[in-house]
């Protein structure tokens, strides 16, 4: 008679005659794996484990280093605000402004040594430049 052994809600099971053990991981045990093609705005939202957006939600990828462009934070759904570092004091103003700055999360250089993650911007970290990312989720 084979041995069989099986724990669902654990990360491993071995086969009927227990010679071959085979570990899986969850995806809440899984850590973010950068892969150079990925769109730093998909980089930065797996870093922060949190989905884009929704079957029912748009979502605005914005140039936030020009002022012109602010105005697509007044659209509806989950707003991308790329190379923000430039203009960043003016764009927290802003946010504040429009009742979003408690929904927006930065991350700056994303998947790099400096890589720095701020989940509230009243308190900005010193050197957020160029490859500086903001996600406002509604």
């Not at 748009?58 to 430039?86: D, N």
Request: proline share 5%; with cysteine; hydrophobic share 40%.
């Amino acid at each position: 008679p084979s041995i069989g052994h099986t724990k669902l809600a654990g990360r491993f099971f071995f086969n009927e005659t227990a010679t071959t053990e085979i570990y899986t991981l969850s995806l809440r045990d899984a850590l973010p794996i950068l892969i150079p093609g990925v769109a730093s705005f998909s980089a930065v939202a797996a870093r922060l484990g949190v989905s884009l957006t929704t079957m029912e939600e748009p979502l605005h990828i914005l140039p936030a280093s020009q002022q012109a462009q602010w105005e697509g934070l007044t659209l509806p759904g989950t707003k991308v605000l790329m190379k923000s570092g430039r203009n960043l004091k003016d764009l927290v103003e802003k946010l504040a402004e429009t009742g979003q700055l408690e929904q927006a999360v930065l991350v700056a250089n994303c998947g790099l040594d400096q890589e720095m993650v701020c989940t509230d911007l009243r308190a900005l970290p010193e050197g957020a430049g160029y490859y500086t990312t903001i996600l406002v989720k509604e």
